[in-house]
Structures are given as structure tokens and as C-alpha cells.
């Protein structure tokens, strides 16, 4: 099977080039998303070149060290599976585990910016939806980049309204001047425009694609079973009748058979299986021979010192203690450092664990498989998970017990099936959820069950936010951070502010 995204740099370039997009930042007068020229979007070729970038700036906005993937960990690092390196140059990233950050944190603005930007270059498309009428090619293949085009519109208003909470509703090319008129919709409003576009995407993308890294019908069911996740917790607090929304769309896809779990966790981590493998329902899939700025993060990111790496994310101490001795941890959490820093596999017997590493933390071992890059590389050829069959499991059995007041048969099937995957025939096998429990209980073993399955996929933060659950999280890392104490921890520190430079621009915001 092919992947999309070894074209994005191709598509990016033709549509700079043209003049389509351009800028900095999502509100600064010469970064204006400007009409296309009168004979653009003429054949198929203009418009799949106009719909790469949209991915290119989410993922990674035209740098390997930007976008969703390059500075999305840094907003993510609230949450008790992932921290970075004290006392170094990582104050950007230690702000938001400190529940402290800056109007001027570059993380901060470089995920705005990529977000924003993607959803201009997804207005440029549809806003020519008369023009690409006119394309000569086959009605059906029309509707389904246009689905696709709002699936990943909805996908960047899904993350701006999770971070920011209330944000500017831009669907629409607009010209400098239209920058400071912008006004925030409230985040009721946020969701229903997202769930506008994941709708009417729902109605016409494939059940499957012939490049794999494009949204299929399943992938915008999964983003819609998670938006009815997240209207139902904080700060919509929808409830009940929302939780019953998410636990009918994820069933849809369960009942679809077209997905599954792999028998072994390890596959969906290893580069020589991600084309293969059939539990990804949405990820971006790099191509770091391509184009090095649009190859994974993680690779030197994730590696400490002794490994030549940049320890910019770690994995929480706490975290690491607690993490069951399961199937899926070794493939989880990198607890033995093995190689030198030329990346060279050292004898056995100078292996040593985490507690004797330079930075003295447990390190990600879901994104370790490089895929051909060089060690020395910034990036490689790791994808970047955004929904697996597992999230579609646990959103069900989650949303399921809440809706009903009790755990069905069906939630506990669900549950059970990741369950099963992680600790039969493992020495933990005994954790396994047994039937007869209540409402509560099986809802707090889901909610771990999520931690463990998705650590580190930039999920966990919002999990324990739309469950309120962030203060309690925290209680226990005094080890991470010494000097802060967790019980300050408030509502008001679940959404970050608004990047400065936009402010400046239209003080409205």
C-alpha cells in the first residue's frame, strides 16, 4: 500500500509557489490566505496539490520541529505520562508542566499557528468548491477530497477547542485587513461547527483508501464518536445523552469489521509493519528519504544524553513505576539504555538501566524505530498515531457504562479485547477487569486502561481534562517537581492563553 504522505512536500511547494498561502502567524496582515489565481484548480493534480498542505502544516507546518508533531508534546506535558529535562534549555515545555505558561511560550504559538494554517489552506479548497465542480474527473473521487478536506478542518478546530477553549471560527480566505475583526465563538459553538463538517464529511469518505495516511469513513466516525466524548465531560458537561452520541458512532465502526487489533502490540511500532498493519485508522505516515523536515520527531527527541539524544520529552517516574509489567510495555516505556551515542548497540554488559541514565528517567520507546534515518538524524520515519481500533474500543465501553448507569456485556467485550491483548500470558495476567463490576469501578479501569494503552499519543492530557481529573493526577509526582504543589491546580489552568503576538494584533481576542 502506498503512503500519502511521502507527497506532501511535492503539494506544499507547488501551492507556495503559487501563491495560495503564506505567513507566519494566523493573524498578522501579510499572512493573509489569498484567492487562488483564475486558473488554479483546473484538474486533479491543483487540487491534490492544494490539499497536501493541509496536512503538511498541521503535522508539521514546514519544519520537523513544528506543528502537532514537533511542539505538541510541550502542551501535552500537564498530564502525568510525560514531563522533560530540568534545569536545561526546555523552559517552554516545563511551563505547561507547571501549570504556568507564558502568552510568549514558542510551543504555544507554533501549535496555534499550525492549526490555523491548516485550516486556511482547508478554506482555500473549499472555498472554490464552484471551480473544482468544473475538475474533469469522476464525481465520486470529487466528494471524497472534499470529505476529506472537512474531516481535517475538523480535526484542527477538534485540538484549537481542547487546548484554548473558546477560539475564532475562520472559514473563510480572508485578506489582511480581516485579521482584527476576528472574534472567539464559545466552545459550544467551536464544537458544533466541527461536528458540521465531520458530518457532512461522514456522508461520502470511502470505507478505505488506496493511500494510506488519507481519512476514511471510519477515521471521521472516530473523530465524531471523540468530539460526542468531549461535549459530554468539561466544560460542556453534556452528560449522559452525549456519552450515548460517542457509544452509538464508535459501535458503527466496531460493527464495520474493517478494523482490528493486531495480535502483538509491537506491530504497530515497528516501521517494517506500519503499511501492513490494520489498527491504525488515522495516522500521519512520514517519509523522512522525502523530505528530512517532514519525518517523525521522535527520534532524537526522545533519546537522553547517553543516547545522543535531546531528552526533550520524558516519561514521568511515577508513571513508569506504575505502568503494569504487561505485553505492550517494553514497546512502551525504553527502561534499559543500550546503544552509545553514534547509536551503536553496545555489549550487554554495559547496558544499564533509566535510574543510572544522565537525566535519570524512564524514556519513550513507542517512537524508537527509526526506519532507515541515521541516528544523528533529528527525524525519522516513526508515523504519528491519532486514532487506533483501541481508541474506538475504549470509547465504547467508556461511553457505554456512563450512558446506561451500568457496564453491558458489549462494554465489557470491548474492554476486554484490549485487555486481553495487553496481559494474557503475561505475568500480570490477574489484572484483567472481572465481570460483576458497577458503574464506577468499571469506569475507572477504562480510564487506566487509557493510560496505559495510549501513553504518550498526546491523549492522556485530555482525557484527565474532560474528566476533571487533572489535580488528582498530579498529586503524586513531588519527585518531578519539587517545588510545586499540585493542589493549586484549578479549572481555569485546563485551556492555555491565547499567543501574545495574535493579542497584539486584535487585543479582542
Known amino acids: 500500500m502506498k503512503r500519502f504522505i511521502n507527497k506532501l512536500n511535492i503539494g506544499f511547494g507547488l501551492v507556495i509557489s503559487l501563491g495560495l498561502l503564506g505567513g507566519c502567524n494566523f493573524l498578522e496582515e501579510e499572512d493573509a490566505y489569498l484567492l487562488s489565481p483564475d486558473n488554479y484548480f483546473s484538474t486533479q493534480q491543483e487540487l491534490d496539490a492544494a490539499i497536501y498542505p493541509i496536512y503538511t502544516y498541521i ?8 506543528g502537532l508533531s514537533g511542539r505538541g508534546w510541550g502542551l501535552n506535558c500537564g498530564a502525568d505520562d510525560i514531563t522533560s529535562t530540568r534545569g536545561l534549555n526546555k523552559q517552554r515545555l516545563l511551563e505547561f508542566d507547571d501549570f504556568e505558561v507564558s502568552t510568549e511560550n514558542n510551543d504555544l504559538e507554533m501549535v496555534w499557528k499550525a492549526l490555523y494554517r491548516g485550516i486556511g489552506a482547508a478554506n482555500n479548497v473549499l472555498n472554490n468548491l464552484d471551480r473544482i465542480q468544473e475538475i474533469p474527473m469522476s464525481d ?74 488519507r481519512p476514511t469513513l471510519g477515521a471521521v466516525k472516530t473523530l465524531i464518536s471523540y468530539v460526542y466524548l468531549h461535549m459530554a465531560g468539561w466544560p460542556l458537561e453534556k452528560g449522559a445523552e452525549y456519552y450515548q452520541k460517542a457509544a452509538v458512532k464508535a459501535k458503527e465502526v466496531i460493527d464495520a469489521g474493517n478494523y482490528q487489533l493486531e495480535n502483538n502490540f509491537s506491530t504497530l511500532w515497528t516501521y517494517e509493519d506500519r503499511l501492513s498493519e490494520s489498527e491504525h485508522i488515522f ?12 519525518g517523525s520527531f521522535g527520534n532524537k527527541a526522545f533519546r537522553g544524553k547517553d543516547e545522543g539524544g535531546w531528552r526533550e520529552v520524558l516519561v514521568e517516574k511515577e508513571f513508569a513505576r506504575n505502568y503494569p509489567n504487561d505485553n505492550r ?33 524512564p524514556f519513550i520507546a513507542k517512537f524508537r524505530d527509526i526506519g532507515g534515518a541515521t541516528w544523528k538524524e533529528a527525524t525519522s520515519n516513526c508515523l504519528f498515531p491519532i486514532f487506533r481500533y483501541a481508541d474506538v474500543l475504549l470509547i465504547y465501553a467508556e461511553a457505554a457504562n456512563l450512558a446506561e448507569g451500568s457496564p453491558s456485556a458489549e462494554a465489557y467485550a470491548a474492554l476486554w479485547e484490549v485487555q486481553d491483548r495487553a496481559y494474557l500470558g503475561s505475568e500480570v495476567e490477574s489484572q484483567k477487569l472481572a465481570a460483576g463490576a458497577g458503574k464506577e469501578e468499571f469506569d475507572a479501569v477504562v480510564l487506566q486502561e487509557r493510560a496505559w494503552e495510549f501513553a504518550f499519543e498526546m491523549k492522556r492530557w485530555h482525557d484527565l481534562v474532560r474528566r476533571k481529573m487533572v489535580k488528582e493526577a498530579n498529586m503524586n509526582h513531588a519527585d518531578e ?29
Open 59 to 66: 503535522y508539521k507546518d514546514n519544519s520537523r520541529l513544528s
Open 140 to 213: 465520486e473521487l470529487k466528494e471524497d477530497r472534499i470529505a476529506e478536506v472537512r474531516f481535517m478542518r475538523a480535526f484542527a478546530y477538534f485540538n484549537l477547542v481542547r487546548y484554548w477553549g473558546e477560539v475564532p471560527i475562520v472559514k473563510e480566505l480572508m485578506n489582511g485587513g480581516d485579521a482584527q475583526n476576528v472574534t472567539k465563538s464559545s466552545v459550544e459553538e467551536v464544537y458544533e461547527f466541527i461536528l458540521a463538517d465531520a458530518l457532512e464529511a461522514e456522508k461520502t469518505l470511502p470505507a478505505t483508501q488506496a493511500e494510506k495516511g
Open 283 to 294: 495516522a500521519f505516515y512520514t517519509d523522512f528519504a522525502s523530505n528530512r523536515n517532514y
Open 329 to 361: 510495555k517494553e514497546w512502551t516505556i525504553y527502561e534499559t539504555i543500550k546503544y552509545d551515542k553514534k547509536g551503536n548497540l553496545m555489549p550487554e554488559s554495559k547496558w544499564f538501566s533509566w535510574e543510572n541514565s544522565v537525566e535519570a528517567h
Open 481 to 509: 517537581r519539587s517545588d510545586f504543589d499540585p493542589s493549586t491546580i484549578t479549572e481555569d489552568k485546563y485551556l492555555f492563553p491565547i499567543p501574545a503576538r495574535d493579542i497584539l494584533i486584535n487585543p479582542d481576542l
